[in-house]
């Protein structure tokens, strides 16, 4: 499976943005999907993920009220509306997919087998 994501570039802070991600190839065996982001000098964190069939959708506290994760009825493209964004939640931004049948955690980003390169967000104040 080849995750693609895009959507990056540089907003100002207050503007909104938003990513997709689409995935290819072995399709069938993509349970959950979710975004993570790095940000200079961090490491890799959770933001939002949603559960195969889009039944549940799961949110970093930091971006609750502002970001909204989504899915087509597919289950091959996952998206990131994300708003009021703030010069903080510049990162690079990875959408990742875990596999059908196996165990997950949203947040736990070992527990993704599919990652994608990744799209830059700069937000400038």
């Known amino acids: 499976v080849q995750l693609q994501a895009s959507g990056g570039g540089l907003v100002q802070a207050g503007d909104s943005l938003s990513l997709s991600c689409e995935a290819s190839g072995r399709t069938g065996s993509v349970a959950n999907m979710g975004w993570f982001r790095q940000a200079p000098g961090k490491g890799r964190e959770f933001v939002a993920a949603?559960?195969?069939?889009?039944?549940?959708?799961y949110y970093a506290d930091f971006v609750k009220g502002r970001f909204t994760i989504s899915r087509d009825n597919a289950g091959v493209k996952v998206y990131l509306q994300m708003n009021s964004l703030k010069p903080e939640d510049t990162a690079v931004y990875y959408c990742?997919?875990?596999?059908?049948?196996?165990?997950?955690?949203?947040?736990?980003?070992?527990?993704?087998?599919?990652w994608g390169r990744g799209t830059l967000v700069t937000v400038s104040s």
């Open positions: 949603v559960t195969y069939g889009a039944i549940s959708t």
């Open positions: 990742a997919a875990n596999r059908k049948f196996s165990s997950w955690l949203p947040e736990d980003p070992t527990q993704y087998h599919y």
